[in-house]
């Protein structure tokens, strides 16, 4: 028989005008995770209560929120793993504006996302229409696909959640969105200019939270943005390589200009 | 009079997984306005949790592969009861649809010559299944999100569809609210295309997520379209069972493709036990055997843990029934074992399933590359759905079209793993384009005439009853669900008979009744008490239609197994099982002769015997 044992969770229950914790009490079996908690909730005690969810596998990423301060995905995080004697503490994330409960408007990372220039491959190369990679040459790239859209990383990450410059800076979400597409062996894009001015990379300062909260262990920032910040400073400001593009430029400019 | 805000475009797709997607990126392709409407936020479809693959006849790690053997595999995995003219589009097609995503973006594992790599997967001759780890739906529908975002459809997410809406015979439009604040909504639209999943949320035990209601499925019915093969729900045969929290989630084929292999307590491995005469040619007889095929030796047959999901499924049944079972009532599955096969078998495991390993990590404490998993049936797909036209997929309403899950006839008795998404692709294609050529052929239907006002009025009136039933004797919704999951499980499952189905039908009433009664606190804001009450009616609507279509198919046969029919019987060979609304309102099932199909299909199903 499993052991059954009871646990309080204060949950943040609210809209945009006010809200606050409420407690609930509730059963905990073995095995289960928050949004197991939540779920029991629901169907018994607060049928209202909002909260998104889809897979319940740790796969869409729709769950997230702040379990005890820290951001999470609530599939994922095993009660066995929390310190149930005390209350658990679970509401909405923070980087984002409040809907209701534990539900925050993420509308602003779709439109982030559609601003970012898409994959544009190089010709194929093979007649019949397709392109030949090694597994070695995609390895980098497959660990940033691997992002399920959770937006924890934007939520821990402090230039948007506590100095709110989502009109300045995409996040690490889409930082290494942008990463996945430029270390893309088949793209042809270029996407360091908006990476540096409107995308605002230079606002991360590796403090590696998102890295940190990344359910699906991303090294957000080693692998993905440092890497950009290195092509950002490679363009604009390493001075050989600035003269060098200069020189190229007049060079390339002489034919059409002769002196 | 109800309020509402109007959308209006030339093609409305309801759902956005991957038939969805593809079907908006086809039809915008084509030059009309595209509106899309999804129950969650977009990237969250339950397509983002296939595992496994996606088939297709690439012939890139096996160049004796091809679309023939693709299309004989499938119709023999669907009993011959498929359309045969989508099994054949599919098999020429997918192909095409799995380079196309590569084209957009998609990262598939490779071979060492650098094209896309395929893995086995169960009742595919050769392997087939173009993977990412075992996280290609997650790969897919990004990639078609990401695609799809560029090219100006209006999306407009967590929406859900109350009613399809028609003027005369033909589609004139849906009408839903939204979730966030529960206002009602108006989409006017040419034509729609259905792509809304599966019904998986009607059994008790399931791999799918909350939003699959077979809402499609019941829009489609309602509005006087036709369902077949409705019988034909998929058990797949490994889901996790332990802790109970995680009970039914998805433990892809994949494991059995890199040569995982099944158990009972007795440490026998069961499914060399019990292989049917149309697979015998293709199985290997000796464990050895097996495993050469898992290492690629194209002299070597497929081990018995590749047959079909329907046979794999019924043989775990049987040695849990039979007291062979695991201490928490499953199997067990292990692929661990391969260590004294291979060097590195640990960093093989991790890297071929990189998400398996984590999900039993993290919720099962088990380590997977030490241990084996423990396994059992869940309730994971369902062949029937919409009948469509095999070439348009429009169904018999004119404007209404379907693909993925929600439509039918590919699967035919039970469905090849990794064949999904590629329907997906190939069948979302097409409903987007042909969707467009409808709706550039037509006009907007009419809505504004007094009748049909009138529906909008009470689906409205309906929709918001359970606010107004609250305190007076009313129902739970969710114990409403929770008692429709235990009859659907226990008594329309995966061993069927006809008096416990009948029983079923006669709770189903009941359930109505309490669907009608149902009351909500709170108010129209976010409200998942008020969702809830309103998707029991797809719920119920699916659940009736199975339970009849499945009595109504009186022998086994695929993916349905009656215990009281316990073969196959040649009167139903040929038939399918159509459900469709009555005048009346009551649901009426019937039988109609398969397509004939013709002498050169005939000739390749023949040859790849």
Redesign the interface.
């Given at each position: 028989m499993t052991e059954t044992k009871r646990a309080t969770f204060k949950i943040w229950r609210g809209d945009v005008n006010s809200g606050k914790f409420r407690d609930y009490t509730t059963e905990v079996a073995e095995g289960m995770v928050v949004l197991d908690a939540i779920h029991d909730i629901q169907r018994t005690q607060a049928p209202d209560l909002a909260c998104r969810w889809n897979c319940k596998a740790g796969k869409c990423g729709s769950c997230s929120a702040e379990v005890n301060g820290m951001p999470k995905l609530m599939c994922m995080t095993r009660l066995s793993d929390l310190p149930i004697e005390k209350p658990v503490r679970v509401e909405p994330m923070k980087a984002f504006p409040i809907i209701k409960d534990l539900i925050t408007d993420v509308s602003w990372n779709f439109r982030v996302k559609k601003k970012i220039k898409p994959f544009k491959p190089r010709p194929p190369d093979a007649p019949d229409g397709t392109w030949r990679m090694q597994q070695h040459d995609i390895d980098r790239i497959e660990e940033f696909r691997k992002c399920i859209e959770c937006f924890l990383c934007q939520d821990v990450c402090h230039v948007l959640r506590d100095h709110q410059m989502h009109d300045k800076f995409i996040g690490p979400r889409f930082l290494i969105h942008v990463a996945a597409l430029e270390m893309h062996p088949l793209d042809t894009e270029d996407r360091i200019d908006e990476l540096r001015n409107a995308q605002g990379i230079g606002y991360c300062n590796i403090t590696k939270c998102c890295t940190k909260v990344c359910p699906e262990n991303i090294e957000i920032t080693d692998n993905g943005i440092i890497p950009l910040k290195e092509r950002v400073v490679d363009k604009f400001y390493d001075p050989f390589g600035w003269f060098w593009r200069w020189l190229k430029r007049r060079q390339d400019r002489q034919p059409t200009n002769p002196v | 009079m109800a309020e509402y805000e109007t959308f209006t475009n030339d093609v409305l797709v309801i759902g956005s997984g991957g038939a969805g997607l593809r079907a908006a990126i086809e039809a915008s392709a084509a030059g009309v306005s595209v509106g899309m409407v999804c129950k969650?936020?977009?990237?969250?479809?339950?397509t983002?949790?296939a595992e496994g693959g996606i088939a297709a006849a690439l012939a890139n790690v096996d160049e004796r592969d091809n679309w023939k053997v693709h299309f004989a595999d499938t119709m023999r995995g669907g009993q011959y009861v498929n359309q045969w003219r989508m099994a054949e589009l599919h098999a020429k097609e997918a192909p095409d649809r799995v380079?196309e995503l590569?084209?957009?973006?998609a990262?598939f594992?490779?071979t060492n010559?650098?094209?896309?790599l395929q893995r086995n997967f169960g009742g595919h001759k050769y392997p087939r299944l173009a993977h990412?780890?075992d996280?290609t739906?997650?790969?897919m529908i990004?990639t078609l999100q990401?695609?799809g975002?560029?090219r100006g459809i209006d999306?407009h997410?967590e929406i859900c569809i109350l009613t399809l809406l028609k003027d005369g015979n033909r589609i004139a439009g849906a009408f839903g609210y939204d979730r966030?604040r529960g206002r009602f909504k108006l989409f006017r639209a040419k034509a729609i295309v259905l792509a809304t999943g599966g019904i998986g949320k009607a059994y008790k035990i399931t791999s799918n997520?909350?939003?699959c209601t077979g809402d499609g499925h019941a829009l489609a019915y309602h509005v006087g379209a036709e369902l077949i093969d409705m019988e034909f729900v998929q058990f797949h045969p490994t889901g996790m069972v332990?802790?109970?929290?995680?009970s039914g989630?998805?433990v892809t084929e994949g494991v059995r493709g890199e040569g995982g292999i099944l158990t009972n307590k007795e440490g026998n491995r069961f499914m060399f036990d019990e292989i049917p005469e149309s697979y015998r040619a293709q199985t290997a007889d000796n464990e050895e055997e097996g495993w050469r095929y898992c290492l690629g030796d194209k002299n070597a047959r497929r081990p018995p843990e590749l047959l079909t999901r329907d046979h794999v499924a019924r043989c775990i049944v049987r040695e849990i029934k039979e007291g062979r079972g695991t201490p928490h009532g499953g199997v067990y599955l292990d692929i661990s074992w391969i260590k004294e096969r291979i060097p590195n078998a640990e960093e093989h495991i991790k890297r071929k399933l990189p998400?398996m390993y984590?999900?039993f990590k993290?919720?099962?404490d088990v380590d997977i590359t030490r241990e084996p998993m423990e396994v059992g049936p869940t309730t994971h797909y369902i062949m029937g759905g919409v009948h469509v036209d095999p070439d348009t997929e429009m169904s018999r309403v004119p404007g209404l079209f379907a693909a993925g899950e929600c439509a039918a006839g590919i699967n035919g008795a039970n469905r090849l793993g990794g064949n999904s998404l590629s329907d997906l692709l190939v069948f979302g294609k097409r409903a987007g384009e042909f969707a467009a050529r409808f709706a550039r052929d037509n006009s907007l239907g009419k809505i504004d005439s007094p009748s049909r006002a009138g529906t909008i009025d009470i689906v409205a009136r309906e929709a918001l009853a359970p606010f107004e039933s609250h305190g007076r004797g009313s129902e739970?919704?969710?114990?409403v669900q929770?008692d429709l999951q235990e009859v659907m499980q226990h008594n329309v499952g995966i061993v069927r008979n006809e008096h416990e189905m009948l029983s079923a039908l006669q709770e189903l009433q009941k359930f109505w009744e309490r669907a009608n009664h149902v009351g909500?606190?709170?108010?129209r804001?976010?409200?998942?008490?008020?969702h809830?009450a309103l998707d029991l009616r797809s719920l119920l609507t699916v659940s009736e239609a199975i339970t009849r279509a499945a009595i109504e198919r009186k022998e086994s046969r695929g993916a349905q197994f009656r215990e009281d029919c316990p073969k196959k019987d040649e009167r139903f060979a040929k038939v399918n099982t159509i459900i469709v609304k009555a005048d009346d309102g009551s649901m009426r099932v019937r039988l109609e002769p398969l397509p004939e199909m013709p002498d050169y299909l005939k000739r390749v199903v023949e040859e790849m015997k």
């Open positions: - | 969650c936020l977009l990237g969250k479809a339950h983002v949790m380079r590569e084209a957009w973006g990262v594992d490779r010559d650098g094209r896309i990412v780890g996280r739906g997650l790969e990004r990401d695609h975002v560029h999306v997410m966030e997520s909350w939003d332990w802790p109970p929290s995680v989630m998805l998400s984590h999900q993290a919720l099962g739970n919704p969710y114990a929770r909500v606190i709170g108010n804001d976010f409200n998942p008490g008020w809830t």
